[in-house]
């Protein structure tokens, strides 16, 4: 069993994330849950719905390797070229 320290710290958007996940960009299905970031591992585009948002904002040639510190509820497969995105959550 691992240990950890901080198992009883309570969660914040600037806490690190606990929990990945990869993301298959959809523009029907939103994503199982929110995101604190996004990990870029393909450069080009990614297009998402904001947590907070009622419209996509589409963020343009991200280089590979890039981390977006967004939350967002969903990342569509319309308008996104990114690859191998993964969720911070």
């Given at each position: 069993?691992?240990?950890?320290?901080?198992?009883?710290?309570?969660?914040?958007?600037i806490a690190?994330?606990?929990?990945?996940?990869?993301?298959?960009?959809?523009?029907?299905?939103?994503?199982?849950?929110?995101?604190?970031?996004?990990?870029?591992?393909?450069?080009?585009?990614?297009?998402?719905?904001?947590?907070?948002?009622?419209?996509?904002?589409?963020?343009?040639?991200?280089?590979?390797?890039?981390?977006?510190?967004?939350?967002?509820?969903?990342?569509?497969?319309?308008?996104?070229?990114?690859?191998?995105?993964?969720a911070l959550?």
């Open positions: 069993m691992t240990a950890d320290p901080f198992a009883s710290a309570a969660d914040s958007p690190p994330a606990e929990l990945c996940f990869a993301i298959e960009p959809s523009d029907v299905t939103g994503l199982p849950q929110a995101t604190k970031a996004i990990y870029v591992g393909g450069a080009g585009d990614v297009t998402v719905r904001t947590v907070r948002a009622d419209a996509d904002v589409t963020f343009r040639n991200v280089p590979a390797g890039s981390i977006l510190d967004i939350r967002v509820k969903a990342v569509r497969a319309s308008g996104t070229s990114a690859t191998d995105l993964v959550a």
